[in-house]
């Protein structure tokens, strides 16, 4: 029988079907941060429980973090508390822990790719949103609620219904600028941020086949923003070699053992979806948001749609419009900015900051721009220094800040101030999302960097050279 990507990692991971149900799926990798976490442990502290597979379980700071004076005692008294409350249950429960200071700490979904905690075809889970971005391995990974983090430390399963398959395919070749994340949040636009719901996304193409596995982790991580409950790439030779002799992957026979399976793990011809998308890759520009949901994109150059053309219905459009200071029609190219934050689980790895430095180089931060670039792990943080970048930021007026989550969300001190504009690398641009009254505008890390050196947005093509063929 003719099988997806999805249905052979799925099927090979039920251990059991409940008729009329959801499956009963094991899982084989559960990653563990600080909020998500302390009320699953004091469910298992209630009923006795102790880890079932310590091992695979792997437990990190980053939400609540601070990215300045990591060495100094948490201010925030929330924050602490729960810091401290995953330090004790992962020593409780023997569970590898990485906090701050840990040479292996950094962002949830950063630090499991480089580590070789994310593995082809794998079950992973964390009670986190964004765990979606481990499917760029070929592996099946997604978000769990509070409850469902309790079931996975007590049993390492857990019921899912299956989700529905969709595949969406860009052939043909990106034009200059457009980065992995131009092209999620091209497929967002075009699909809305509820086109995905019910559905597991595979990604295929000309394009994908043709991005690093960094930029795959982009696409991936923002699955989850058009309603999908994951998005997952068939494993390639590129993921092969990405993985290879990292911490955590198989070595020796056990290696080759692994990748006798690996390379089986891709969809099979005539495979049957429940919904195919397919878009051209020469459509798409470097794009930016200008509303309250991660749909609501366009490319740089357009202007801002009217209300009638908006899927979510007018009412809804235009109290967003009013949240941003926008109105329609408006292009967005020259409008000012205040912050500009280059990070997060989407984009705070080295490709991100080699991206954003090649913009900076030779220019300055504009000085009405406040810039916080923070790596997504200290071995970004360890890239960047190693490879020069540190010294380019730091000529052109930037500064670097401690690994963590950040701006991303109103969770620890990086907030937005109200009624600011921050053009920001990361997943989401709810009202309050980056602080209360923030506005945020989502965008690559090149047009972050545009920003930072103009004060407005910018296209980065007209910072940029290219070679004509």
């Known amino acids: 029988m003719k099988k997806t990507l999805f249905d052979k ?20 990798r559960h990653l563990v941060h600080e909020v998500t976490s302390p009320v699953a442990f004091l469910g298992l502290k209630n009923r006795n429980i ?32 729960q810091l401290k409350a995953l330090e004790q249950n992962a020593k409780e429960h023997q569970i590898p822990f990485w906090g701050l200071g840990h040479e292996k700490n950094g962002i949830v979904h950063v630090i499991g790719p480089e580590n070789g905690i994310t593995l082809p075809g794998a079950t992973i ?32 399963c857990i019921m899912q219904p299956k989700p529905k398959s969709m595949r969406i395919s860009i052939n043909g070749k990106l034009n200059n600028a457009v980065t992995p994340k131009d092209v999620a949040l091209y ?43 994951g998005g997952m790439i068939a494993p390639d030779e590129k993921t092969f070699d990405y993985i290879k002799n990292r911490e ?30 397919t878009f051209n890759g020469e459509d798409i520009e470097p794009m930016i948001t200008y509303g309250t949901n991660p749909g609501m994109g366009i490319g740089i150059s357009g202007g801002i749609p009217k209300s009638d053309a908006f899927q979510g219905g007018a009412a809804t459009y235009k109290k967003s419009l009013q949240y941003m200071d926008f109105e329609e029609g408006d292009n967005m190219l020259g409008k000012e900015i205040d912050f500009v934050f280059l ?6 790895r080295i490709e991100d900051f080699r991206a954003f430095a090649s913009l900076v180089k030779g220019r300055q931060k504009a000085n009405n721009v406040t810039a916080w670039l923070v790596p997504g792990s200290h071995k970004v943080e360890d890239a960047i220094k190693k490879e020069g970048l540190l010294d380019i930021l730091n000529e052109a007026g930037f ?40 506005r945020t505008l989502l965008a690559s890390p090149l047009v972050a960097a545009a920003a930072a050196v103009t004060g407005k947005v910018t ?8 070679e004509t063929a």
């Open 187 to 229: 497929i967002i636009s075009k699909l809305s941020t509820s086109g995905a719901t019910g559905y597991f996304v595979e990604y295929a193409g000309d394009v994908f086949r043709q991005m690093s596995m960094e930029g795959r982790m982009t696409v991936c991580n923002l699955s989850i923003e058009m309603g999908a409950r």
């Open 343 to 348: 990070g997060s689980c989407t984009n705070g």
């Open 50 to 81: 102790k880890v079932l597979y310590p091992e695979r379980t792997f437990a990190t700071a980053d939400h609540n973090t601070p990215t300045i004076n990591q060495h100094l005692p948490v201010k925030d008294p929330l924050s602490a508390n």
């Open 125 to 156: 889970v964390c009670g986190d949103s964004h765990t979606s971005t481990h499917g760029a391995f070929g592996a099946i990974a997604f978000g769990i609620g509070t409850s469902e983090v309790e079931m996975v430390l007590a049993s390492q």
């Open 9 to 28: 990692v799925w099927d090979s991971h039920v251990v059991k079907k409940v008729l009329n149900g959801p499956d009963v799926l094991f899982i084989d």
């Open 248 to 277: 955590f992957t198989p070595k020796g026979k056990a290696w080759d053992k692994a990748m006798t399976y690996w390379e089986t793990l891709y969809t099979d011809d005539d495979s049957v979806f429940d919904q195919e998308v």
């Open 399 to 438: 500064e670097l800040r401690e690994p963590g989550c950040s701006a991303c969300l109103a969770m620890n001190d990086d907030k937005i101030p109200a009624g600011k504009y921050a053009v920001s690398t990361s997943n989401r641009n709810f009202e309050g999302r980056q602080g209360p009254g923030a």
């Open 459 to 466: 296209d980065p093509r007209e910072l940029m050279v290219f």
